[in-house]
């Protein structure tokens, strides 16, 4: 790709396209398309692989958010459409509806990107229960994941979770931990998301046991990335106020307008034709050697995130 243009609900930095491939020593375009091309020609031979004809900006994406490196860029494909052929619950089309059982949560992908080309994810949660679990919701972000890999480019997401108007006890309570962990495996070793930051928003006096718990069953990197605040001063040394909502002191819109802005990408027309394109992206795991290192199964997923490999 020689650009990148902006969407609807996401901006780039001036420099974003250089500064990124010259971290990952691919400045050099041909470079770039010598990559891409070992990615195709391994697709052709995969017996098992049921897609194997993707954009070549989707591949680039997959070497850059995989820091440059062809054979995990492999895995990381590898991983998602194996995901996608034994969770498709996961993956698909999502309605407005869907995402309308979830009032209580509010979060968006910022459209400005940090000085350092960073991608920052937002929630605000003040929802006391779930009545319908949060399978749909994970559905959603999953969503969020293929619309950056269609068109995002970034060096790494940070995200942020405001829970300054929940009981986290109560919170917990109503999480099922298998599918949370699934939904990560999904994020991290599916799409390859780089979580260069964690940051949790709360003055519940529950939240140091939480975290506690968190910090057990995270990677012990990701454990390393997760930040507390009673505030939002403390959050700014880690996140620029500059691409924050104006409730959070930034000078961006709210977070209702900007959650609106990405729910309607994501429900549009358009996407949900590319959703139901990149469900063909699936592995047929009875066609697969014997000795191919996949992903988990429902049977197989333990309640932990210490498997997670989080760069």
């Known amino acids: 790709m020689e650009s990148l243009p902006p969407t609807p609900i996401l901006g780039f930095n001036p420099d974003t396209l250089r500064d990124v491939r010259r971290q990952f020593d691919l400045d050099d375009v041909a470079k770039i398309h010598e990559s891409v091309d070992l990615i195709e020609a391994w697709l052709q031979k995969q017996d098992y692989h049921v897609k194997k004809d993707y954009d070549r900006k989707h591949l680039e994406r997959a070497i850059i958010f995989n820091k440059g490196s062809v054979e995990k860029a492999k895995s990381k494909i590898?991983?998602?459409?194996?995901?996608?052929?034994?969770?498709?619950?996961?993956?698909?089309?999502i309605t407005r509806e869907q995402r309308l059982l979830y009032p209580g949560i509010v979060d968006c992908i910022l459209p400005k990107m940090?000085?350092?080309?960073?991608?920052?994810y937002l929630l605000r949660n003040d929802a006391k229960k779930f009545e319908h679990g949060l399978l749909h919701y994970y559905k959603y972000v999953i969503a969020l994941a293929e619309y950056e890999m269609a068109h995002d480019y970034n060096n790494g997401v940070i995200a942020i979770f405001d829970y300054m108007d929940v009981d986290m006890f109560v919170l917990m309570?109503?999480?099922?931990?298998?599918?949370?962990?699934?939904?990560?495996m999904i994020m991290t070793e599916g799409f390859g998301m780089r979580v260069k930051g964690l940051h949790i928003l709360s003055k519940n006096k529950g939240i140091g046991v939480v975290?506690?718990?968190?910090?057990?069953?995270?990677?012990?990197?990701?454990?390393?990335?997760?930040q507390v605040h009673k505030s939002f001063d403390t959050l700014y040394d880690y996140v620029p106020k500059d691409v924050l909502p104006v409730e959070y002191g930034?000078?961006?819109?709210?977070?209702?307008?900007?959650?609106?802005?990405?729910?309607?990408?994501?429900?549009?027309?358009?996407?949900q034709k590319h959703l139901i394109e990149m469900s063909k992206a699936v592995t047929n795991e009875k066609l697969r050697?014997?000795?191919?290192?996949?992903?988990?199964?429902?049977?197989?997923?333990p309640c932990t995130f210490g498997t997670l490999t989080i760069d």
């Open 173 to 184: 309570k109503h999480t099922n931990i298998v599918e949370m962990h699934l939904a990560l």
């Open 250 to 271: 930034g000078p961006e819109k709210s977070l209702r307008t900007l959650y609106e802005d990405n729910l309607n990408e994501i429900t549009s027309q358009k996407f």
């Open 289 to 301: 050697r014997k000795g191919k290192v996949g992903v988990s199964t429902d049977n197989d997923i």
């Open 114 to 120: 940090t000085s350092e080309h960073e991608r920052v």
């Open 211 to 226: 975290v506690k718990i968190f910090k057990r069953v995270l990677s012990k990197k990701l454990a390393n990335r997760l």
């Open 78 to 93: 590898d991983n998602i459409c194996r995901f996608r052929a034994l969770h498709p619950k996961y993956f698909g089309p």
